[in-house]
């Protein structure tokens, strides 16, 4: 017999001697009469009734065996390329696991339960042991556990057994799903004495042409110590980048970053390496690629001055020279004989007759741009209408804003608009209420960028921290800077400037607001950095030219694709496609088709279906095309 519910040895104790107690004293004082022996069998009675009372409580249950034909023990063989390792006392991990399950698993619970081989790696399949060969691209072991699960999921299942020599490669969700229980049987060598292995390559989205990236390398060094090694990148099968590593200890993990400018109209596939050792034991993962796909449509900025001047003659000059950008630029030049505004307005064809009122003044016109600059603008001469819309043109459409001069980050034009809430820094706190030149007269100003700004893409300069803080800290002062307040929470400063009576006060401050990005740059005349420098200095350009793409970087297009997914052989690949009109505003059971080339030349349409819950979303989900 056995109790669901069983009460610790101590305690049952504990309750038997106080039955007994409970017993005795209940008979003990009687004052009725009775003889010795009918009190002895009462309290006896009280007793056994008092145990069967507690027994009763621990919920005793019976367990009976079942036949063998009514239960099944599903066994999960591991048949991914890493099982033909031959480092199982010099068989080969598949043949080891498939000695395992013919020997013994199977041998020692045929009686029991019915014992099913099923064959995994990149699907799930019936498998014969006999005939079972290494050749899956990875080991999805959720997956495999929910396809059998499901397989089985009118019948009774003792438990799942999976035999691997690693971990989950797929891409499912590390969380072990309801059901059965789950027995891991590990098999080859549980640490390699000697090896080297590419654990993983990420590569940044080029938003334009002619950008510089981020290419992520991780990569760790097994059983050689801290002995340096070469790590190879490749652009097309051609040589590009050759880095030298050194571990700070045996086994940990080395993480560096090169910076990589793909090509404009093609693709182009990075491949990163490590040389093999002779000693290494497994030389395949030295080897991982990543494809950048050539970047789009050139990323669209307004540039909008409140007045002539320097800073809007060199910004223009930069920004319109950069290949990458499609630049609309309004300047208010004053007013005419009747009293209204003049503007003079450089742009393309299409979308100078928008800006007629010096700032567009319809959602469609206003989000057809990735960025905008105001630059020197008085906000409080924006229509709330307009104020509105560029609020929205940040959280809802996921375009970046950059306010920059002492007309534009004015206190009292701020609050008199909901624009002060798009800053990264406060506009309230401050010593007199209202932004004010630090110093209170001209003084050279120097750039110092911060922890996060040394390695951020807007302010980055070179290839290391250490050089980009060199580059900024030889770059010209300038004379003016405008103290705003406190940052908000979520924002990044990116750069201080010395201020005599404040210390270090923001100079670039950067924040995410909804779906877009906004930058604050609190600097006067930065056209300082251009004139003041020697000729084929690139400081300015390079800052300006990086600010204005991470501002539009991850502004969308009305009809939108991401694929999820594919990183590894096998792995299915998700597309998510956004479908918006010219106001951003979803497309309701709009009608989407997609077509697929795999990599043999083939060609397939896929049925897209949208995301419940989510207007204007629709996916897909296809199966892995294999290699290509």
């Known amino acids: 017999m056995r109790f669901a519910a069983p009460f610790p040895w101590w305690m049952a104790c504990l309750l038997v001697i106080g039955a007994g107690a409970v017993a005795f004293y209940a008979y003990a004082g009687l004052l009725i009469p009775l003889s010795l022996r009918r009190r002895g069998v009462l309290m006896g009675l009280r007793f056994v009734a008092l145990v069967l009372l507690l027994l009763g409580l621990a919920q005793p249950v019976r367990l009976e065996p079942l036949p063998p034909t009514d239960t099944v023990l599903p066994v999960l063989l591991d048949r991914s390329r890493s099982m033909a390792l031959r480092d199982a006392d010099g068989a080969s991990r598949l043949e080891a696991a498939v000695a395992l399950i013919r020997d013994r698993i199977g041998p020692s619970l045929a009686d029991r339960v019915q014992v099913e081989v099923w064959g995994f790696g990149d699907s799930v399949s019936r498998t014969d042991l006999e005939s079972v060969r290494p050749e899956a691209g990875r080991s999805d072991v959720m997956g495999a556990i929910d396809a059998v699960g499901e397989h089985y999921a009118d019948r009774r299942v003792a438990g799942l057994v999976v035999v691997s020599d690693g971990g989950d490669t797929g891409e499912g969700v590390g969380e072990m799903p309801p059901g059965p229980p789950v027995y891991a049987v590990g098999v080859g060598a549980p640490t390699i004495a000697r090896d080297r292995e590419l654990l993983d390559v990420t590569l940044g989205q080029a938003a334009a042409r002619e950008s510089v990236v981020e290419l992520g390398i991780a990569a760790v060094s097994h059983g050689f110590g801290t002995e340096p090694f070469e790590i190879r990148v490749l652009a097309n099968g051609q040589p590009s980048r050759v880095i030298r590593v050194t571990p700070p200890r045996d086994g940990a993990v080395i993480r560096e970053v090169v910076f990589v400018s793909p090509d404009p109209d093609e693709s182009t596939v990075y491949t990163v ?96 741009y990735d960025a905008v600059i105001l630059a020197n603008v008085d906000p409080s001469s924006l229509r709330p209408s307009q104020v509105e819309m560029t609020t929205a043109f940040v959280s809802e459409r996921g375009g970046g804003l950059l306010m920059m001069g002492a007309r534009s980050l004015d206190g009292r034009g701020l609050r008199r608009t909901t624009l002060d809430r798009l800053l990264p820094l406060e506009s309230s706190q401050r010593v007199d209420g209202d932004p004010r030149v630090a110093g209170g007269r001209s003084m050279p100003h120097r750039v110092s960028p911060t922890e996060d700004g040394a390695a951020h893409p807007v302010m980055r300069l070179a290839d290391s921290v250490v050089a980009t803080r060199r580059r900024w800290e030889s770059a010209p002062p300038f004379g003016h800077v405008v103290t705003l307040g406190r940052p908000r929470p979520g924002t990044t400063v990116l750069a201080t400037a010395q201020d005599e009576g404040r210390g270090a006060v923001p100079l670039v401050a950067i924040q995410r607001f909804g779906r877009g990005r906004t930058m604050v740059f609190a600097g006067e005349a930065s056209w300082r950095w251009k004139m003041l420098a020697p000729s084929n200095d690139d400081l300015y350009d390079r800052f300006w030219r990086q600010t204005v793409r991470w501002l539009a970087a991850d502004a969308p297009d009305p009809v939108s694709l991401r694929s999820v997914g594919g990183r590894s052989e096998g792995a299915p690949l998700r597309f998510d496609v956004s479908v918006a009109d010219a106001a951003f505003s979803p497309v309701l059971d709009a009608t989407v088709r997609m077509r697929i080339l795999d990599p043999q030349g083939d060609v397939t349409e896929a049925p897209v279906t949208s995301v419940v819950g989510q207007p204007g979303r629709y996916a897909v989900e296809v199966p892995s095309p294999g290699r290509g």
């Open 273 to 368: 390496e490590i040389p093999r050792d002779p000693a290494e034991f497994v030389p395949e993962n030295n080897r991982r690629t990543v494809l950048a796909a050539p970047p789009g449509r050139p990323r669209r900025l307004l540039l909008v001055e409140g007045a002539p001047g320097h800073e809007h003659a060199f910004l223009k000059r930069v920004l319109s020279a950069d290949t990458g950008l499609a630049v609309d630029a309004v300047i208010h030049k004053g007013q005419n004989d009747r009293g209204e505004r003049t503007f003079y307005i450089q742009g393309a064809a299409g979308g100078v007759a928008a800006l007629a009122e010096g700032y567009p003044t319809s959602r469609e016109a206003l989000f057809a």
